[in-house]
C-alpha cells in the first residue's frame, strides 16, 4: 500500500482565518514533505520532516507553519495567508528522506479569498 | 545545482500513436530518475523510476532508460489512449550535494490524446 491521504480535499478561507491542512500515511515511512503547486507548474518543496523533525525549511512565510505530531501525521496549520499563497498543497512521504521514491497524496486546494 | 529540462509542451496526439517526452538533466554524483503523472484534479502519481545507469523503468506500458551518457531519462509508449492525457513531470533525487534529498522537477509537459 503506498497510500498518503489528505484532508480536507478542498478549503476557502479568508484572510484572517486560521486553518489547518493534516497528511496521514501508515507505510512506515520516516520522511514527509509539504509542497505547494501553483496551476501549470511543477510542485515546489516547502518543508521537509526526517524522524519527526524538521529538516529543511524552504525559506516559507512564517504564515505557514508546519507540525509533525508522530511519524505517521503532517500538520501544515495556516494564518493570515493571502490570495497569492491560493494553491493546491501536496504532501509526501519516503522511507528515510534521501533518495528513495517520494510519495504523494491527492492534495489539499486552498483558495484564500 | 540540479536541473531537470523537459521537452515543451503541450503534446497533442491521436490515440494509438506514439509518445516520446524528452528530459534531460544536470546533478551531481548519481540521481535517482523518476516520471510521475498528473491528472487533472488530483495529486502525483509515480509512474516509474530508475535508480542507476542503464536501468530501465517500466510501468502501464510507459518505458525509460537512464542514460547516463547522454543525461537523459525520456519517456516513451508505444500507443497511447486517451485515458493517458494528463501532465507529465521528469524529476530527480541527487545523493549528494546541497539538494541531498530533494525532488527536482522539470517544468511538467501536458499531453492531450484525442479519440
Known amino acids: 500500500d503506498t497510500e498518503v491521504t489528505q484532508t480536507p480535499k478542498h478549503l476557502v478561507m479568508g484572510m484572517t482565518n486560521k486553518k489547518s491542512l493534516k497528511c496521514e500515511q501508515h507505510m512506515g515511512h520516516r520522511a514527509m514533505y509539504w509542497y505547494k503547486q501553483k496551476a501549470k507548474k511543477p510542485p515546489e518543496l516547502m518543508f521537509v520532516y526526517s524522524y519527526e523533525k524538521l529538516s529543511i525549511n524552504e525559506s516559507v512565510p512564517s504564515r505557514f507553519s508546519p507540525e509533525c505530531p508522530n511519524s505517521s501525521l503532517l500538520n501544515l496549520h495556516l494564518h493570515a495567508l493571502q490570495p497569492e499563497d491560493s494553491a493546491l498543497y501536496l504532501c509526501?512521504?519516503?522511507?528515510?528522506?534521501?533518495?528513495?521514491?517520494?510519495?504523494f497524496g491527492p492534495g489539499t486546494r486552498l483558495l484564500v479569498l | 545545482g540540479n536541473s531537470v529540462t523537459q521537452m515543451e509542451g503541450p503534446v497533442t496526439l491521436s490515440e494509438e500513436a506514439f509518445l516520446t517526452i524528452n528530459c534531460t538533466y544536470t546533478?551531481?554524483?548519481?540521481?535517482?530518475l523518476f516520471w510521475y503523472v498528473q491528472y487533472p484534479g488530483e495529486g502525483l502519481q509515480l509512474l516509474l523510476k530508475a535508480t542507476k545507469a542503464d536501468d530501465k523503468g517500466s510501468n502501464k506500458g510507459f518505458e525509460a532508460t537512464y542514460r547516463k551518457e547522454t543525461t537523459s531519462f525520456h519517456l516513451e509508449k508505444g500507443s497511447v489512449q486517451v485515458s493517458d492525457s494528463a501532465v507529465y513531470f521528469c524529476?530527480?533525487?541527487?545523493?549528494?550535494?546541497?539538494?541531498?534529498?530533494?525532488?527536482?522537477f522539470g517544468q511538467g509537459t501536458i499531453l492531450t490524446v484525442h479519440p
Open positions: 524529476a530527480l533525487i541527487s545523493a549528494g550535494g546541497t539538494s541531498y534529498g530533494k525532488l527536482t
Open positions: 546533478a551531481t554524483g548519481y540521481p535517482s
Open positions: 509526501a512521504s519516503s522511507h528515510y528522506g534521501t533518495q528513495e521514491t517520494q510519495y
